[in-house]
């Protein structure tokens, strides 16, 4: 697997495994690979770490994913909120270690740098492709985010129109009463001609923003 391995020793003599992944799936042409654990279970005292390897929700015949298996793996290692924090997505791993110690071995996950060990007697690993029932919760996540993305385009497009049609009627009347006043030198003439021009810029950013935009939002 070419993601552990280039052998090397640390300052102690302890043989050290490790890779540091590149930040982006474009850079992946060099070997390096941009990691998240997508889940991890636990089979009697082996830990499963399972990478997701899928970010644009779709993937082709060339996909594959890793799983790393920590064989009778130390349940002190194995803290469930400690665990629960390699799935965090603010938590991304950049560089996996794996440090042989005579009959142990440590995998070491380093994370917004932050350090997650685990002591184990072995790891095993392997890379695979993607079973049906993962594909078919990639398509139900997909669909379930298109579906929040509609929804959230239906509220922006509701407010967006809604803010319009008030700055809209706020001019005319402000317009109003300032013709009513014209050429009287009294507050409703002053305080008309000034939010007038306050509606009006505002009138103007909303039209450039509405430029800005994706046209899908306006075809609700």
């Known amino acids: 697997m070419e993601i552990l391995h280039n052998g090397r020793l640390n300052h102690a003599g302890q043989k050290v495994n490790s890779v540091k992944f590149s930040q982006t799936k474009e850079?992946?042409?060099?070997?390096?690979?941009?990691v998240t654990i997508d889940q991890y279970s636990m089979i009697g005292k082996d830990l499963i770490l399972t990478q997701k390897n899928h970010y644009s929700m779709s993937i082709d015949s060339n996909d594959s994913l890793y799983v790393w298996k920590?064989?009778?793996?130390?349940?002190?290692?194995?803290?469930?909120?400690?665990?629960?924090r390699?799935?965090?997505?603010?938590?991304?791993?950049?560089?996996?270690?794996?440090?042989?110690?005579?009959?142990?071995?440590?995998?070491?996950?380093?994370?917004?740098?932050?350090?997650?060990v685990f002591h184990c007697d072995d790891i095993q690993y392997e890379e695979r492709g993607y079973s049906r029932k993962e594909i078919a919760d990639m398509m139900i996540e997909k669909e379930n985010c298109l579906c929040e993305i509609e929804?959230?385009?239906?509220?922006?497009?509701?407010?967006?129109?809604r803010l319009c049609r008030f700055i809209n009627r706020e001019s005319i009347d402000y317009k109003n009463l300032?013709?009513?006043?014209?050429?009287?030198?009294?507050?409703?003439?002053?305080?008309?001609?000034?939010?007038?021009e306050i509606l009006t810029r505002i009138k103007d950013k909303l039209d450039d923003l509405k430029k800005t935009l994706p046209e899908s939002i306006f075809l609700h």
Do not use: W
């Not at 920590?70 to 629960?84: E, Q, R, T």
């Not at 938590?91 to 005579?102: F, T």
């Open 27 to 34: 850079l992946a042409n060099d070997g390096k690979r941009f």
């Open 86 to 116: 390699l799935l965090d997505n603010e938590y991304r791993p950049n560089e996996l270690k794996e440090v042989n110690m005579g009959n142990r071995k440590r995998f070491i996950v380093y994370i917004n740098e932050q350090r997650f």
């Open 151 to 161: 929804k959230l385009n239906s509220k922006l497009s509701e407010f967006f129109v």
């Open 70 to 84: 920590l064989i009778n793996v130390d349940m002190a290692d194995c803290d469930p909120y400690k665990l629960s």
């Open 178 to 196: 300032a013709d009513m006043n014209a050429g009287k030198e009294n507050m409703v003439q002053t305080r008309s001609n000034h939010y007038l």
